[in-house]
């Protein structure tokens, strides 16, 4: 049985919540707007990226021949931006991005969204951009395993793409019909996320507003896919409106918890282990999120990338909320 938690359970959840008007629990004063406007220097923010400074990182989905990167402090400030000049096609839409100390920031480039021109590209701490792998589609999301191999979503092409930091030994880990999309927004696989024991690579299909996953075979395979939680099946069975609408981003706590940016319904939602909606983070007033794309934990704190499309990217801004458990570490 799906549950939710309401506000009679506030007792048996940290997930304190109260009933929203669409008639499941919804958080609002927990949101709070993190930094100055992005509109000039960062436009449409999607992914984003912490280090182990506190540095936050987030790409800018423009489509502009420079993209910027910027780059903020633990406190909001913008302390500089990183461009990233466009490739062959003359156009740069940053999507996601993944740091990993000791390698970079690693950062998609959706380009035009045609067949070839997508990248895969890496940030120094210099600042300096380098190529490590092309002929992507619609890349997206970036995951890495604990050994080292990093895993590129392609929400256009229907594929997981597996391949090691310098591009090398690339295979297409996963594909089919489960990672496309007839849906609205028309982007089929998106995030990417490990569970802690990496049983499973879970992923979100943001036009059919689904969270699927892999098991990861002792070969490092994919095996059979698995529906992990539908956001129509969850409407019918809760009476709500809008589970996993336009599912983007996502990232599990250390308690198991996978957190979804639903980018249509405007809300992060909480899927506990077994797959039920626990939680629903919309923001209030000025402070609301305003198409959530992209999510990174520092310790309890969840910092969130709003796109901002349905409002011509005038509302382009960070986000910041203090989540009941400290975030999934993403690397040792």
Known sequence: MMRF????????????????????????TFVRDFGPSLVADCPNP????????????????????????CVLDSAGKL????????????????LGMLDVPGEGLYVTDFANG?????????????????????GFTAPNAIA??????????????????????????RITW???????????????????????????????NTGDSTVLRYP????????????????????????????????DGIMFDAAGYLWVCANQANELQVLSPEGEVVARYRGAAGAALDFPASIVFRGQTLYVTNLSLATGGVNS??????????????WP
């Open 5 to 28: 938690a309401l506000v009679a359970a506030v007792a048996m959840s940290p997930f304190l919540a109260a009933a929203s008007p669409g008639g499941g629990p919804s958080f609002g």
């Open 114 to 134: 045609t067949p070839g021109n997508g990248r895969l590209l890496r940030v120094d701490r210099h600042g300096h951009v380098g190529a490590v792998a092309g």
């Open 216 to 247: 990861v075979k002792a070969d490092g395979s994919a095996g059979p896919i698995e529906v992990f939680a539908k956001g129509s099946a969850l409407d019918a069975a809760t009476g709500t409106a809008q589970s996993l609408h336009g599912a």
């Open 46 to 69: 999607e992914g984003i990226a912490v280090d182990r400074n506190g540095l936050v990182y987030a790409s800018s989905f423009a489509f502009q021949p420079v993209a910027n990167i």
């Open 79 to 94: 302390l500089r931006k990183i461009p990233v000049a466009a490739g062959a096609t003359g156009s740069a839409a940053l």
């Open 174 to 204: 996963a594909q089919g019909a489960p990672l496309t999309t007839t849906g609205q927004p028309p982007f089929g696989a998106n995030g990417l996320a490990f569970d802690a024991e990496e049983r499973y690579l879970y992923v979100a």
């Open 144 to 169: 890495r395993d604990r050994h080292g191999n990093l895993f590129v979503s392609d929400s256009f092409a229907g594929t997981i793409t597996r391949l090691r930091k310098d591009g090398t030994h």
């Open 317 to 330: 801004k960070l986000s910041v909320i203090v989540a009941p458990y400290p975030g999934l570490p993403l």
